[in-house]
């Protein structure tokens, strides 16, 4: 495939083939590549030159804990988000144009949406006394209000709501491109919708979710603002933590430690993906 | 009488103020190929998807040996399909989209290969079983799709218009492969199409549908010969519909006069016509003849153009009355070539042509 490519004489022949991303390289160079190689510089020579910082972080059962519930976090966000996302966006993929435009614009309006509005809105819904404890309580559920937040169920919550539109739209993409013709040939042939869904539509619909997921999952590892407002201080994540070792403990050396393994991270699922994705490439028949 | 294998019983489906269907009534005999055919939005697939269970209709039933299907869901209706658009699953080889209908049966492994690769040669694409639907040509996709649909025997096989994505040659291919299928499996086939050619070539017995009701149903040649109403005559084959004046009917054979004045004795009819009525006459183009024979009526014309198509030249022919006639000859080819531009007459056989209400 990248032979090909090389032998494409179109462009061997553009003059500003690499030319002309030469003043974007220089932008990622200086702008990226330059503060990444010094937070890694920082993380093995502060306080003292060697890799105690990376020592401490694995070996403390405190910064363990962290992490583990960091990727806890971002595992249970990415797969409810999934759940939620994939009905809507099938709706979406199936819905009339006009609709489907109406309320996808209303999706990225949520989106566009600040932050910091939405989440303490989710505070006041998750709250003790919030709607709807309240609600629960009135209609006689619960005698009790249930503990919806400083948890990690307030954090799950929170950070599934924000991360759905980052699912749909790639899911959306992925559905729109199968024929529902498809699903009424699989019902003919004997499938039960549930058969139809597990045999044809979810496999159909993998690269999406595997987009979707991805940048989910990775969005949620490093998610701060979320996290530190529904979750509480006994449920700290990743990014929470670096911020504290930085801004309160001025502990330059382990908070680039744990960003950069944050970044390793990222950058290893990242790979993994595109092998997966060039993977089905090559020898699906898509 | 026996008892009809599939029977559509007042068939109506309404959406919303739209009749879709309406009055639809056939019985199917097992085996039978039978072609839905009729113009874009005639109601033809509306009747198949009540048939596959894609759409309930509003009011009527589909019985199968006597039971209604219309409780039964889609996937429990045992009907194999095949559709206008290719519908195989992408992420599925050949063999594992035709094992597809056995698997969700969870039949027996041993039973699934054996059926596969016997689906897989009655569509002569023994070769292909490893290759994913995106590496084959839109003729190869529909035969898979086949081979899908009669994995599992279904009683009754539909077709939703399946070759109409495909070129002229691969149609007519494909219709050949369709017609074996058929002989060799016995299946009982319900075909939708737009086309009057494909119908004629493929079915035992073709319903004409106009908007939502069935128009006439019979063998191809039944609505070539003697077609019910002006739209089946002006639908199957080619037609002329010559305005005419009824004068008067004696012993079912009509005297008309013709828009240049002449009369023409003997034009049979199927139904009652008013003295002074407005009619149409309608005369096939290859119902013309250059001479004279027995019993014809001659019709004064000027040749304008031709055209040579092979078997047959065609002439387009201008009537006293100025109106322009398609005329094919069957014989006399090198006269029609060198009458051109000259007035002179034609003649038809008055029994072979047909008297419709204005």
Redesign the interface.
């Known amino acids: 495939m990248s032979g090909n490519l090389l032998h494409r004489p179109s462009i061997l022949r553009r003059p500003d083939g690499i030319g002309g991303a030469f003043p974007a390289l220089v932008l990622i160079i200086l702008f990226f590549v330059v503060p990444v190689v010094g937070l890694l510089l920082r993380s093995v020579t502060e306080p003292v030159p060697g890799l105690q910082n990376y020592a401490t972080l694995f070996g403390d059962g405190t910064y363990a804990r962290v992490f583990f519930n960091t990727f806890l976090v971002a595992t249970v966000v990415t797969a409810v988000t999934v759940v939620v996302a994939f009905p809507v966006a099938w709706m979406l993929a199936i819905m009339p144009p006009a609709l489907g435009s109406i309320v996808f614009g209303i999706i990225i309006l949520s989106m566009w949406t600040n932050l910091l509005t939405r989440t303490y809105a989710w505070m006041v819904l998750l709250q003790r006394t919030g709607v709807i404890n309240r609600t629960l309580m009135d209609i006689g559920l619960i005698s009790e209000p249930l503990p919806l937040i400083n948890n990690l169920t307030g954090v799950t919550i929170g950070m599934v709501y924000i991360m759905l539109p980052f699912m749909i739209l790639p899911l959306v993409g992925t559905l729109r491109a199968i024929?529902p013709?498809?699903l009424?040939?699989?019902?003919?042939?004997?499938?039960?919708?549930f058969?139809?869904f597990r045999?044809?539509l979810l496999?159909?619909s993998l690269p999406g979710i595997a987009a979707g997921g991805l940048m989910v999952f990775v969005m949620s590892l490093g998610y701060f603002v979320t996290p530190t407002l529904l979750g509480g201080t006994s449920n700290m994540m990743l990014a929470a933590m670096i911020a504290q070792m930085i801004q309160s403990l001025l502990n330059w050396g382990l908070g680039s430690a744990a960003a950069f393994i944050l970044l390793l991270v990222t950058m290893a699922l990242y790979a993994l993906q595109l092998r997966l994705v060039g993977a089905k490439r090559t020898t699906?028949?898509? | 009488m026996i008892e009809p294998f599939l029977s559509i019983r007042d068939l109506r489906k309404a959406f919303g103020g739209f009749v879709a269907v309406q009055d639809v009534t056939i019985d199917i005999q097992k085996g039978e190929f039978l072609t839905f055919l009729g113009p874009s939005g005639s109601g033809k697939s509306t009747t198949l998807y009540a048939i596959a269970g894609f759409q309930q209709p509003t009011s009527g039933d589909v019985l199968l040996e006597g039971r209604s299907l219309l409780s039964v869901p889609s996937h429990k209706r045992n009907i194999g399909m095949v559709f206008q658009r290719y519908t195989l699953f992408q992420h599925l080889t050949v063999a594992e989209n035709v094992a597809f209908p056995l698997r969700v049966r969870r039949r027996p492994d041993a039973e699934v290969n054996r059926k596969v690769a016997e689906m897989l040669s009655l569509v002569r694409l023994e070769s292909f079983g490893g290759r994913y639907p995106g590496a084959l040509s839109g003729g190869q996709q529909q035969r898979v799709a086949l081979a899908r649909a009669l994995a599992y025997d279904p009683p009754i096989l539909l077709m939703d218009e399946p070759l109409s994505a495909l070129d002229k040659k691969l149609r007519e291919e494909i219709q050949a492969e369709i017609r074996r299928i058929h002989r060799e499996t016995g299946v009982t086939i319900l075909y939708v199409t737009h086309d009057q050619d494909e119908a004629l070539h493929l079915s035992d017995r073709i319903a004409l549908f106009r908007d939502g009701r069935i128009e006439q149903i019979g063998t191809g040649e039944d609505l070539y010969l003697r077609p019910q109403s002006e739209f089946v005559a002006s639908f199957i084959g080619n037609s002329n519909f010559l305005p005419a004046e009824h004068l008067e009917t004696v012993n079912g054979a009509a005297t008309i006069r013709l828009a240049d004045g002449s009369v023409v004795f003997g034009v049979r009819i199927d139904q009652e016509f008013s003295q002074g009525q407005k009619t149409r006459l309608m005369v096939r183009p290859e119902a013309f003849r250059l001479r004279p024979g027995a019993a014809t009526a001659g019709l004064a014309v000027e040749f304008i153009d031709t055209a040579f198509f092979g078997e047959r030249r065609r002439v387009i022919a201008r009537t006293a009355a100025g109106q322009e006639i398609d005329v094919r000859p069957t014989s006399d080819m090198a006269q029609a070539h060198e009458g051109i531009a000259s007035s002179r007459q034609i003649f038809f056989d008055p029994a072979a042509a047909f008297l419709f209400p204005a």
């Not at chain 1, 009424?184 to 919708?193: D, H």
């Open positions: 024929d013709m498809t009424r040939a699989a019902a003919l042939c004997g499938a039960s919708p058969d139809a045999r044809i496999p159909l699906g028949g898509i």
